[in-house]
Nanobody, 128 residues
Framework: QVQLVESGGGWVQAGGSLRLSCAAS????????MGWFRQVPGNEREFVGT????????DYAESVKGRFTMTRDNAKNTVYLQMNSLKPEDTADYYC?????????????????????WGQGTQVTVSS
């Protein structure tokens, strides 16, 4: 079991930046492929990005590529999502998630169902 807690959400004007953190406890974060997802109430949970156990593999949704950056600090048991040039359409609840999948590609292509552990989410609001 691993417990995940997100922080760093809030309100920001369009063009601004936020950095989300996801702190893990219970197990070493290095054991997991980590992902960020977001969800607008009433919509399906949307993929934002994934990062492999050793950061050689990182992938982003097209909608955030070039603006968002995922990093992980296994020593601190924390992953981060740096969000720059934010747009109103980035407004959502953001969730970090952990996958035990042996295959990075399987976790990447499998969607939320491949991630067994989830944080409670942190809200991001971008005003125009």
């Amino acid at each position: 079991q691993v417990q995940l807690v997100e922080s760093g959400g809030g309100w920001v004007q369009a063009g601004g930046s936020l950095r989300l953190s996801c702190a893990a406890s219970g197990r070493a974060l290095s054991s997991f492929i980590m992902g960020w997802f977001r969800q607008v109430p009433g919509n399906e949970r949307e993929f934002v990005g994934t990062v492999g156990r050793d950061t050689r593999n990182i992938d982003y949704a097209e909608s955030v590529k070039g603006r968002f950056t995922m990093t992980r600090d296994n020593a601190k048991n924390t992953v981060y999502l740096q969000m720059n040039s934010l747009k109103p359409e980035d407004t959502a609840d953001y969730y970090c998630a952990a996958s035990s999948s042996a295959s990075y590609r399987s976790a990447l292509l499998g969607g939320p169902g491949r991630f067994a552990y989830w944080g409670q989410g942190t809200q991001v609001t971008v005003s125009s």
